[in-house]
T-cell receptor, first 116, second 113 residues
Framework: KQEVTQIPAALSVPEGENLVLNCSFTDSAIYNLQWFRQDPGKGLTSLLLIQSSQREQTSGRLNASLDKSSGRSTLYIAASQPGDSATYLCAVSSIGGGTSYGKLTFGQGTILTVHP | NAGVTQTPKFRILKIGQSMTLQCTQDMNHNYMYWYRQDPGMGLKLIYYSVGAGITDKGEVPNGYNVSRSTTEDFPLRLELAAPSQTSVYFC????????????FGPGTRLTVT
């Protein structure tokens, strides 16, 4: 059974810092990995999707890497801003028989606070 | 495109009542999902569907039912509501041929008292 762990559970940084959020998963047979952002009381917004054949994806100040063999992904946020404050969730889609490709297993998230 | 829409946004149920959570997507996605999120936790998969007429159980299906008669709609039915079903419910959709990136609705906050 796939298990996803995110470290740290919470992080508080001053504005302008570069930071790294970590995600680990137990089964390396994955189809893809997705990073989401969730604002309080809101739904999930997809930030980056990394296919199993890729090593990293970039979008603006965000960079996500994937090391399938070690079961790890990192989300790097450059020059953090107060508007980046949110919960960041990592989710993996495991390779399985039949229709299992679409099913995501989520970590518990990292609560990020960026203070001015 | 409206993306994934969910109704209602909030609902309070008494124990034993039933209700249907509605989910609609306008992106012609083949896969649709229902998740629940409990406070301080990640999301857990309740049911999913790979196309009209095809559904399957996820990690936590007990107490729920689904149907998918069209590509666009994927309602979630709660029968005999229990306090353990107090949660935030999210619907999502994806297209396997496009890397299976999942898009989420805004959620329904349900309280069972």
């Amino acid at each position: 059974k796939q298990e996803v762990t995110q470290i740290p559970a919470a992080l508080s940084v001053p504005e302008g810092e570069n930071l790294v959020l970590n995600c680990s998963f137990t089964d390396s047979a994955i189809y893809n990995l997705q990073w989401f952002r969730q604002d309080p009381g809101k739904g999930l917004t997809s930030l980056l999707l990394i296919q199993s054949s890729q090593r990293e994806q970039t979008s603006g100040r965000l960079n996500a890497s994937l090391d399938k063999s070690s079961g790890r992904s990192t989300l790097y946020i450059a020059a953090s801003q107060p508007g980046d404050s949110a919960t960041y969730l990592c989710a993996v889609s495991s390779i399985g028989g039949g229709t299992s490709y679409g099913k995501l297993t989520f970590g518990q998230g990292t609560i990020l606070t960026v203070h001015p | 495109n409206a993306g994934v829409t969910q109704t209602p946004k909030f609902r309070i149920l008494k124990i034993g009542q039933s209700m249907t959570l509605q989910c609609t997507q306008d992106m012609n996605h083949n896969y649709m999902y229902w998740y629940r999120q409990d406070p301080g936790m990640g999301l857990k998969l309740i049911y999913y569907s790979v196309g009209a007429g095809i559904t399957d159980k996820g990690e936590v299906p007990n107490g729920y039912n689904v149907s998918r008669s069209t590509t666009e709609d994927f309602p979630l039915r709660l029968e005999l509501a229990a306090p353990s079903q107090t949660s935030v419910y999210f619907c999502a959709s994806s297209y396997l041929g496009q890397g299976n990136e999942q898009y989420f609705g805004p959620g329904t906050r349900l309280t069972v008292t």
